[in-house]
T-cell receptor, first 109, second 113 residues
């Protein structure tokens, strides 16, 4: 099974940078995903890491260290629309995802 | 427009009643999934199907059943609803390849009284 931990809440100012950490313990690792979920909406895919290192996609970057069971999502140049929950998910060898409880990010003006 | 649809959008149900949540995708994805999302617990996998004709249990399968008669549809049935099944239910699908991500439907908000 999977045990996935991420902070419950984070607050940051518009234009700033926020880093959301995710640690996991897994019986079989086959990739780590980050999803964004606005209140009342479905999760939408942000990033995918399967090898160690940094994946950059515009204002969002995601990092993975498999040996440490650790990932982070970096949100740069924060905008008000970035206020949402961010979900860390680990995929096992059967392609099933296990999700963390999510981190609610609030962006203040 | 390609994607995943779910029905109903929301439902209030009396305990003991039978309920089927519908999920349809038109992306020809092989794999489909049902999750429930509860405050503070995140998304939990109920059942999944890697391809038409096969299904498997996820983390919280008790009280739920699924079928996968074809590629597009993956209904979730609550045989006798209980209040603890009050939740938001999301259906998802993926191509099933190593690099494929899961795409989520809009969700069904179910309240069991």
């Amino acid at each position: 099974g999977q045990n996935i931990d991420q902070p419950t809440e984070m607050t940051a100012t518009e234009g700033a940078i926020v880093q959301i950490n995710c640690t996991y313990q897994t019986s079989g690792f086959n990739g780590l995903f980050w999803y964004q979920q606005h209140a009342g909406e479905a999760p939408t895919f942000l990033s995918y890491n399967v090898l160690d290192g940094l994946e950059e996609k515009g204002r969002f970057s995601s990092f993975l260290s498999r040996s440490k069971g650790y990932s982070y999502l970096l949100l740069k140049e924060l905008q008000m629309k970035d206020s949402a929950s961010y979900l860390c998910a680990v995929r096992d060898r059967d392609y099933k995802l296990s999700f963390g409880a999510g981190t609610t990010v609030t962006v203040r003006a | 427009i390609a994607g995943i649809t779910q029905a109903p959008t929301s439902q209030i149900l009396a305990a003991g009643r039978r309920m089927t949540l519908r999920c349809t995708q038109d992306m020809r994805h092989n794999a489909m999934y049902w999750y429930r999302q509860d405050l503070g617990l995140g998304l939990r996998l109920i059942h999944y199907s890697n391809t038409a004709g096969t299904t498997g249990e996820g983390e919280v399968p008790d009280g739920y059943s699924v079928s996968r008669a074809n590629t597009d549809d993956f209904p979730l049935t609550l045989a006798s609803a209980v209040p603890s099944q009050t939740s938001v239910y999301f259906c998802a699908s993926s191509g099933g390849l190593a690099t494929d991500t899961q795409y989520f439907g809009p969700g069904t908000r179910l309240t069991v009284l």
